[in-house]
């Protein structure tokens, strides 16, 4: 494994060439490197393929119509998850709305001067902790303290504004309600701290250029922060929204397990996720074969999002450079 | 011979204010701090209407603070501080009433790296008539501020792409252009040709000399071939080291001609033939 050296005349120069142990270092992390790499990737498609083949009876037997039932009875082995399709989609989208207005708001704070450095790095964290609590614990905490404290303002809404779809129902505790304001909060430090990347990213010479301009300090973030961060916000939402999809033991607790498709906030829905959860543990024979069908759906839908999302990206990036 | 000795016989020397009768800005500024250090110190400077006054000096000599000054651009630094004036048209700029926000949009600048914003190179120039409301025809305007920039030619064709995606070059003139498009008062350029290549240097250069027909300019430069070709007034900067820190004060000010051939102060005769930079 010895390659050509350049001889000199003096000797006294100290370049040599990388000894054979160098050189194996190098080929070992390089070989391993691609090792990696490739396991990942066959994780992913060794996942898939296992789901799939237990779930091949539920599809063989279900097919589209699976998409398009909102019924989950056992008894009669009839399965749809349509209600399931709906509830993550309506949660996902409402949860990540609260989160991307409070997300980006709290990115712009933190990162455009409003707090003394040290103090912001306080908040930074303190967000970030946020993403620590398990699933779990904030379960409990939508059970004992959100739903209480909805109860009252749901009452109203639904006296006063019963007329509007969001609205239409009364009150029935585990609810889309609670779900989504317990989701928005775990999907918010993913928002906050991507977003918060994108802001710090953007270099000081575009906030001189902006001030420069003439711009008062909110004229400089909405009319050039804001639009200079587009893409990174975006990518924020994308993880959010994968996050938010995803999310299984809080919303099992708080969602209400209901097969039913509303537009109400104050009434049980379901998702897939947290159907996988209930189901689960008392599921067998074709059911269990049904609940495989659902998360094949669920991974669809994920895998979806992202790949979307990172064309959108790649696409406005694209534009930006030529 | 170091920069410690040239920099100490002209501790206590004040610059004579040139009385000048047509002067944009009149800039009498005693001291500038950044926290408890003294950047700058005895500086009165008049920026002659219609003419482009040069800053030249060794690093560190403050022309820069000073230029940054003169729109209130050094704001964006908490810790600053100036102690003196800056008349603007016969007002004080640093005066209690009045709004920095207001002063950037009469003195434009365009600054030492090309910084256009995320946006079409249409937005990018419209950017400041969007900012100040402007109620006519934008095409014409964009067009007009483009050609007065010489880019017009170059990007005429793809005014939708984003501004980044031009070369260096070309993204000073689309800052330059993005400056002008709301005819400010001012222009004040921090070392505009820093970044760029000679050719693309060559090109600002001549748009300067196109533009102080109508515009009044003041550019630092750390060429001093640049102020030469360029302006009409040169100020030299030069560093103070005597009280501690490096404190820049204006040395000397006068016809660009004069300061160059025949310079008064001594500091600035050794820093014009080279003796240090």
């Known amino acids: ?322 | 011979m170091s920069v410690l000795d040239i920099a100490r016989p002209a501790t206590d020397y004040v610059a004579p204010q040139k009385t000048v009768a047509a002067a944009a800005i009149d800039a009498r500024i005693s001291e500038i701090h950044y926290g408890k250090f003294l950047a700058v110190r005895d500086t009165n400077i008049a920026i002659e209407k219609n003419k482009i006054t040069g800053f030249i000096g060794p690093s560190g000599c403050g022309k820069s603070t000073v230029l940054r000054s003169l729109n209130r651009m050094n704001d964006l630094i908490p810790s600053f501080r100036l102690e003196g004036q800056v008349q603007f048209l016969g007002q004080d700029i640093y005066a209690r009433n009045i709004d920095p926000v207001v002063v950037r949009r009469h003195i434009g600048m365009v600054f030492q790296q090309p910084n256009p914003f995320s946006m079409s190179i249409f937005e990018n120039v419209a950017f400041g008539l969007r900012l100040n409301r402007y109620k006519g025809d934008y095409k014409q305007r964009v067009e007009y501020a483009l050609r007065r920039a010489g880019l017009w030619d170059e990007v005429k064709d793809k005014l939708k792409e984003n501004g980044l995606a031009l070369s260096g070059g070309q993204q000073q003139r689309l800052c330059i252009a993005r400056a002008i498009a709301t005819e400010p008062t001012v222009l004040l350029m921090d070392e505009p040709c820093s970044a760029l290549d000679p050719i693309a240097t060559r090109i600002i250069e001549e748009l300067m000399l196109d533009l102080k027909k109508d515009y009044t300019v003041a550019i630092v430069t750390h060429n001093m071939q640049q102020a030469m070709r360029v302006a009409d007034t040169t100020a030299f900067f030069s560093v103070d080291i005597s009280r501690g820190g490096r404190t820049g004060f204006l040395c000397e000010a006068g016809d660009t001609e004069q300061i160059f051939h025949d310079p008064k102060q001594d500091l600035t005769k050794r820093y014009i033939s080279g003796e240090f930079s």
């Open chain 1, 1 to 322: 494994m010895s390659s050509t050296d350049f001889k000199q005349d003096s000797g006294r120069s100290a370049s040599r060439p990388p000894t054979t142990g160098d050189i194996i270092a190098d080929r070992v992390f390089r070989g391993g490197a691609y090792a990696a790499g490739a396991l990942v990737v066959l994780l992913l498609i060794y996942i898939l393929w296992e789901i799939g083949f237990r779930a091949m009876p539920a599809i063989e037997r279900y097919g589209f119509g699976f998409l398009t039932s909102a019924v989950w009875d056992p008894g009669q082995e009839k399965f749809g998850v349509l209600a399931e399709i709906w509830g993550t989609l309506y949660s996902s989208v409402l949860a990540l709305v609260i989160a991307a207005f409070f997300g980006v708001g709290v990115a712009i704070f933190l990162t455009q001067d409003f707090l003394d450095a040290r103090l912001a790095q306080v908040f930074r964290t303190v967000i970030e902790m946020l993403a620590a609590i398990p699933s779990v614990v904030y379960g409990l905490w939508g059970i004992y303290v959100v739903i209480p404290a909805l109860r009252p303002v749901a009452g109203f809404l639904n006296e006063t504004f019963g007329w509007f779809p969001m609205f239409s129902s009364s009150f029935s505790g585990p609810s889309m309600a609670p779900a989504v304001i317990v989701l928005a909060i775990m999907v918010l430090p993913t928002v906050a701290a991507i977003s918060q990347d994108a802001f710090s990213l953007i270099p000081y010479k575009t906030k001189e250029a902006a001030f420069g301009m003439g711009t008062t300090r909110w004229e400089a973030i909405t009319k050039v922060m804001i639009p200079t961060a587009t893409s990174g916000i975006f990518a924020s939402l994308v993880l959010g929204f994968g996050r938010a999809l995803g999310e299984t033991m809080a919303l099992a607790m708080l969602i209400g397990n209901s097969n039913q498709i509303s537009w109400s906030l104050f009434s049980p829905a379901n998702t897939l996720a947290s159907l996988l959860a209930s189901q689960f543990p008392e599921a067998s024979g074709i059911e269990t074969q049904a609940l495989m069908y659902a998360a094949i759906v669920l991974l669809v839908i994920s895998l979806a999002v992202n790949v979307v999302g990172t064309l959108i990206m790649a696409m406005s990036s694209k534009q930006k450079v030529g």
